[in-house]
């Protein structure tokens, strides 16, 4: 089955700074890749997703690369703010079958100091 | 906020009893999953379900089985409850209409604990 590392587990950037936090993937066949943001005690909430034909993909301070051939995405926050504090989890999901079932990161937990 | 929610919110059991979570997808979706995320770890996929029928399932035993009703709306349910079936329980759905289909949108959990 698919199999998701995600780097680092916990990142810490002093506000205005940017963060970068790594997913690597195993199955070259996973063709789509969210990203969800966890607050404590809250659910997963979507922030971006990108789909395997497109290379990169940005909102306002977020934005995501993708590599097919290394098989590994990104998750690129700049000017940090205090609020950006969270667990951040990536995930791939397989077009095989047509069960849309997400394969997920063991999270980053970000802290931005002010 | 999505339009996902479940029910209860937090839920104390002891071992060997059965337990049922309850999960109304959002406005439009008809696809549910469902997930086990145990602290500090990702969710980790149980089975999905598409227009009530069972559509995927991760590597969960037998005792955690699960429905879908006509209106979408779904239940996990857990036999013979173990200690290790402590975690955040959560469901997703996706389907047509925003996000596109792909896109997962979660509900708020069930946190279960099993003494």
């Known amino acids: 089955g698919e199999n998701v590392e995600q780097h680092p587990s916990t990142l810490s950037v002093q506000e205005g700074d940017s963060a970068v936090i790594k997913c690597t993937y195993s199955d070259s066949a996973s063709n789509y890749f969210p990203w969800y943001k966890q607050e404590l005690g809250k659910r997963p909430q979507l922030i971006i997703d990108?789909?395997?034909?497109?290379g990169e993909k940005k909102d306002q301070r977020i934005a995501v690369t993708l590599n097919k051939t290394a098989k590994h995405f990104s998750l690129h926050i700049t000017e940090t703010q205090p609020e950006d504090s969270a667990v951040y989890f990536c995930a791939a999901r397989k077009p095989s079958g047509s069960a849309r079932q997400l394969t997920f990161g063991s999270g980053t937990q970000l802290t931005v100091l002010p | 906020e999505t339009g996902v929610t479940q029910s209860p919110t937090h839920l104390i059991k002891t071992r060997g009893q059965q337990v049922t979570l309850r999960c109304s997808s959002q406005s439009g979706h008809n696809t549910v999953s469902w997930y086990q995320q145990a602290l500090g770890q990702g969710p980790q996929f149980i089975f999905q379900y598409y227009r009530e029928e069972e559509n995927g399932r991760g590597n969960f035993p037998p005792r955690f089985s699960g429905l879908q009703f006509p209106n979408y709306s779904s239940e996990l349910n857990v036999n013979a409850l173990e200690l290790d079936d402590s975690a955040l329980y959560l469901c997703?759905?996706?389907?047509?209409?925003?996000?596109?289909?792909?896109?997962?949108?979660f509900g708020p959990g069930t946190r279960l604990t099993v003494l």
């Open positions: 990108i789909r395997s034909n497109v």
């Open positions: 997703a759905s996706n389907g047509e209409g925003s996000g596109g289909v792909d896109t997962q949108y």
